[in-house]
């Protein structure tokens, strides 16, 4: 991606029991079952029972939104002649840690003896999407002053309240999953460019990486690809929720770009605190916005990014975003429902609920 907002969006699934919605090992069996064309759509990650797509470098939401549509339809399509299908949420309700499969490979294979015991514990589920800025300095500037907002964009995506059979308290569990991996916190301010490549390149060094990519900041600069990537949300089952995310990050981009909002470099500790928030409390966190240091709460604080986005929200035509957040916000998010059909139904019929495509 070489130009300014294009979108590239990358969602992980959790691959299931069509019957009682439980994981199951198919990936393998997906990637030998995915047309030629589009091999370069699907790839492993950590467990045999977890799949990720992505999408071709998109022009605008609408694109990046038919490219997913199209990449669920075609794994359940597969799962159909081989008795799985995808399931979304940010983790998976019941699955035991202990009783997945690793996929063998390079790159995996590292991170398992890096992280040991650990590794196992990443059950998670994420979409990540990234935005095309063709300036590479302005991606780290961008970056900087992004992170303002990582707060009420979790809030908003939270999709994550159980995991391994518990009702964790969290709405996104995935988050506290997740973090136990190093280097998955908020990246602290980054001066330029240089200092961004001195760093990857003295992790190389220190053996702390093998890779540029495994660096898995909350958000973070994609050099190869001139993206930033935001990669804190909770995967949404709604296709409508992941199109307001997508939207409301581009449009922020384009705002920060636009306005020269550049390098604001906030207090570390009230990102941290806003982050840890949005994961526990959801929509109903008080957080401190890190621009003024008010005390507000994390409706409000979704309302002043709308505000700060809003002329790029009307730039690429999706005033209809606001819409979606503002259902959000009186509805709840997919967390909410998540709670509500277990209350009603259990962990089963819960399952059986992720793994039902009407809900997208």
């Not at 159909?80 to 983790?91: E, R």
């Not at 569990?173 to 991996?181: C, G, I, K, L």
């Not at 979704?302 to 009186?330: P, Q």
């Not at 019929?349 to 009407?358: E, R, S, V």
Request: charged share 25%; glycine share 4%.
């Amino acid at each position: 991606m070489k130009d300014n907002y294009t979108i590239g969006v990358e969602e992980e699934y959790m691959l299931c029991n069509p019957n009682d919605g439980s994981l199951v090992d198919k990936a393998d069996i997906i990637m030998k079952n995915i047309p030629d064309l589009l091999n370069d759509r699907f790839s492993y990650e950590l467990i045999l029972s977890e799949i990720e797509s992505n999408t071709s470098i998109c022009n605008n939401v609408s694109e990046a939104i038919l490219e997913l549509k199209k990449h669920r339809t075609l794994l359940n399509e597969i799962g159909k002649k081989n008795d799985f299908a995808i399931g979304i949420s940010g983790t998976h309700p019941t699955a035991k840690a202990s009783e997945q499969t690793f996929v063998q490979n390079e790159s995996y294979n590292w991170v398992s003896e890096q992280l040991q015991y650990y590794a196992t514990r990443n059950i998670t589920f994420s979409t990540h999407i990234h935005i095309g800025v063709k300036d590479l300095e302005n991606i780290i500037k961008v970056t900087n002053s992004l992170r303002r907002w990582i707060s009420p964009m979790l809030a908003l995506s939270v999709n994550s309240p159980f995991f391994e059979g518990f009702k964790t308290g969290m709405h996104s569990s995935r988050t506290f999953q997740f973090s136990t991996f190093p280097r998955t916190n908020i990246p602290a301010h980054i001066n330029d460019l240089k200092s961004y490549e001195k760093l990857l390149d003295l992790y190389k060094k220190s053996n702390s990486i093998a890779k540029d990519r495994q660096v898995w900041w909350k958000i973070r600069p994609h050099i190869e690809y001139g993206t930033v990537e935001f990669r804190v949300c909770d995967i949404q089952g709604s296709l409508e929720n992941t199109e307001m995310l997508i939207s409301l990050v581009q449009s922020l981009v384009h705002a920060i770009i636009e306005n020269k909002d550049f390098n604001n470099n906030y207090d570390y500790e009230v990102l941290q605190d806003g982050l840890w928030k949005s994961a526990r409390y959801g929509l109903d966190a008080m957080v401190i916005d890190p621009m003024d240091n008010q005390i507000i709460s994390m409706k409000k604080m979704i309302e002043n990014m709308l505000d700060y986005c809003s002329e790029s929200l009307d730039y690429f035509g999706a005033k209809n975003i606001t819409d979606y957040v503002y259902r959000t916000l009186h509805y709840g998010t997919e967390s909410n429902k998540q709670l509500d059909v277990y209350s009603k139904h259990g962990f089963i019929g819960l399952q059986k609920y992720l793994i039902d495509c009407n809900n997208w």
